[in-house]
């Protein structure tokens, strides 16, 4: 179980769901070079970002200073989200459907779109 959004969420049971679509799914992420490198170096100043917030909270710096990072550290991780989702429609979804297997794609876009509501 993890926390989402401050709701629950029972993430090994959606894997085995996402298990019975996983005919005619990629093994692996369909990300270019180019765009993992950009998504790694996003990802790098996430972490630079959390780790700024660790410190503000360490350091007792005021509250909405600290709300302001973490949305900015949000918002930031966000658009890694949106990047990754661009290329999984682009590459994976597009070989499922191309493999005959629209239904599970559409089934897993869904499931996962659930866990991303910022990006609908
Ligand atoms: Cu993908």
């Not at 179980?1 to 959606?14: A, E, H, K, N, P």
């Not at 093994?27 to 790098?44: E, T």
């Not at 909270?57 to 200073?65: L, S, T």
């Not at 429609?89 to 897993?108: L, N, P, R, S, Y």
Request: net charge positive; with cysteine.
């Amino acid at each position: 179980m993890d926390t989402w959004g401050g709701v629950w969420y029972d993430f090994s049971t959606l894997a085995k769901k996402s298990e019975r679509v996983d005919k005619g799914r990629p093994a692996k992420s369909g990300l270019s070079a180019a765009s993992k490198g950009d998504v790694l170096n996003r990802l790098k100043t996430v972490r630079g970002m959390t780790d700024g917030i660790h410190k503000m909270v360490d350091e007792d710096v005021y509250c909405m200073q600290v709300l302001k990072q973490i949305s900015a550290a949000r918002a930031s991780l966000d658009r890694v989200a949106r990047i990754l989702l661009q290329n999984h429609v682009a590459t994976c979804f597009v070989a499922q459907v191309k493999a005959g297997e629209t239904d599970g794609a559409v089934t897993e876009l869904m499931e996962t779109l659930n866990f991303q509501r910022e990006l609908i």
